[in-house]
């Protein structure tokens, strides 16, 4: 397998500007995840969907940030405007979530899309 | 969430063992110990889980303390490639891992 695949790998914008990362998990896994990582703040979850579906959205900063997940290969995270304080790496994982528990679920990290607001 | 206390650094010589200690006296008790760790420039990757005993996989071993308010993550031999930041991580039965600011381990050639 390919493991998660994220594009571009590398961003650079201008203030205002619309911003679009795109991600493609691993083949079955059913949940993905974006996170955004930081100097200050370190690797915080951003969003998280099950099967397609936005469970939990509350580490999204505001409302110029949003997400979606058209189909189990696919899902975007999109800023606009972007701002230079939203400059990071931002990464997508993704993995086969059996049920409850969901300690023991493994996440498969992607490369990362380093993103630069001038 | 409980919370974890990590060296912010270490060093090890290559080909020797590293011990890499992790706190976390909060935890509760269905609480699985992840470990985490990233290569620069690349996304995290897992390394290993337990619960209560002793852990091993072709990466590493963990050690779990009997109380289970610490862990070591053991890296038997390590070599320059084993160079990243490890992340300890209790997981409390959901999806949010909480990534502390881990151990940046270095190691000499």
């Known amino acids: 397998d390919a493991g998660v695949i994220q594009s571009p790998r590398h961003e650079v914008t201008e203030m205002g500007q619309e911003v679009t990362l795109r991600c493609k998990p691993i083949s079955g896994h059913n949940s993905l995840f974006w996170y955004r990582q930081t100097m200050m703040r370190g690797l915080e979850l951003l969003i998280y969907f099950n099967n397609n579906v936005p469970i939990d959205d509350s580490g999204m900063p505001e409302d110029r940030f949003s997400a979606k997940m058209p189909n189990a290969s696919f899902s975007t995270l999109k800023i606009q405007p972007s701002e230079p304080r939203d400059s990071a790496v931002y990464f997508c994982a993704s993995t086969l979530t059996s049920g409850s528990p969901l300690n023991t679920d493994t996440q498969y990290f992607g490369p990362g899309t380093r993103l630069t607001v001038l | 969430d409980a919370k974890t206390t990590q060296p912010n650094s270490m060093e090890s010589n290559e080909e020797e063992p590293v011990h890499l200690p992790c706190n976390h006296s909060?935890?509760?008790?269905?609480?699985?110990i992840h470990w985490y760790r990233q290569l620069p420039s690349q996304g995290p990757e897992y390394v290993i889980h337990g619960l209560t005993s002793n852990v091993n996989n072709r990466m590493a071993s963990l050690a779990i303390a009997e109380d289970r308010k610490s862990s070591t993550l053991i890296l038997h031999r390590a070599t320059l490639r084993d160079a990243a930041v490890y992340y300890c991580?209790?997981?409390?039965?959901?999806?949010?891992?909480?990534f502390g600011t881990g151990t940046r381990l270095k190691v000499l050639a």
């Open positions: 909060t935890i509760s008790g269905t609480d699985y």
């Open positions: 991580i209790p997981l409390s039965g959901t999806y949010k891992y909480i």
